[in-house]
């Protein structure tokens, strides 16, 4: 069993940057693709970015050359460095990881989620 646990987000200006965090217990990463999502109020939940087990990324086009997805394997982190933020990045945002190892964009191909951490972007 992976255990997931968020941090990072927080209330930032338009145009402003944050880096979430998130740490995995109970198993090492290593071996699993993690992905990024994110749920606004009223909204589906939506993949933002991806990373496989051998560093290959994924992006949802909303934030390609804006956000950047990497891991740490020693550290059993996943990051997700967010430049440039928009109002319409304001959604809480969700760590998940799976043992398939492809950086998918599916939420239903992930095993382990966290329990997410909210980012607000103020205009």
């Known amino acids: 069993q992976v255990q997931l646990v968020e941090s990072g987000g927080g209330l930032v200006q338009a145009g402003g940057s944050l880096r979430l965090s998130c740490a995995a217990s109970?198993?090492?990463?290593?071996?699993?693709?993690m992905g990024w999502f994110r749920q606004a109020p009223g909204k589906e939940r939506e993949f933002v970015a991806a990373?496989?087990?051998?560093?290959?990324?994924n992006y949802a086009d909303s934030v390609k050359g804006r956000f950047t997805i990497s891991r740490d394997n020693a550290k059993n982190t996943v990051y997700l460095q967010m430049n440039s933020l928009k109002p319409e990045d304001t959604a809480v945002y969700y760590c998940?990881?799976?043992?398939?190892?492809?950086?998918?964009?599916?939420?239903?191909?992930?095993?382990?989620w966290g329990q997410g951490t909210q980012v607000t972007v103020s205009s």
């Open positions: 109970g198993r090492t990463l290593a071996r699993y693709a």
């Open positions: 998940a990881g799976t043992v398939r190892g492809v950086a998918s964009s599916r939420p239903y191909n992930y095993d382990y």
């Open positions: 990373i496989s087990s051998g560093g290959t990324t």
